[in-house]
């Protein structure tokens, strides 16, 4: 259970775009700020129960694997291809949506590589 999510309407929006089934990629900040593993989410966001302003989301997810090298926040924000991710822009924010190219560059980063007949996790 991630509670991590907050409760900030842009946040929230972002947020509740993701579903079961969703690969995240999880990022570790102060004092790291690296991408470190990979995740699936669940079940669909919902709202914390325990939040009395019924704001906070809550994402249910389940670690997959560490990447074996983490890929540092400074490396993201050098490649090119990875110009357009908002999270390099602003690495505070809780959630941010990748596209399948950026998500895997990211990997590559890290030492994983799609392999022919073989999906990326």
């Known amino acids: ?4 999510a907050g409760s900030r309407l842009p946040i929230r ?12 990629l999880a990022y570790h900040g102060t004092p790291d700020r690296w991408v470190y ?3 699936e989410v669940t079940r669909d966001p919902y709202i914390d129960p325990g939040d009395p302003t019924a704001k906070a989301i809550i994402i ?11 890929v540092p926040l400074t490396e993201m924000r050098g490649n090119p291809a990875l110009h357009h991710v ?5 690495p505070r924010q809780p959630v941010s949506p990748v596209t399948e190219t950026e998500y895997r560059e990211i ?6 590589v799609a392999m022919p007949g073989m999906p990326l996790p």
């Open 1 to 4: 259970m991630w509670r991590g």
């Open 13 to 24: 929006r972002l947020a509740k775009l993701m579903r079961r089934g969703d690969r995240v």
């Open 37 to 39: 593993a990979l995740a």
């Open 60 to 70: 249910d997810l389940r670690a997959l694997e560490r990447i074996s090298r983490p």
């Open 86 to 90: 908002k999270f390099l822009k602003n």
């Open 107 to 112: 990997l590559r980063m890290g030492g994983i």
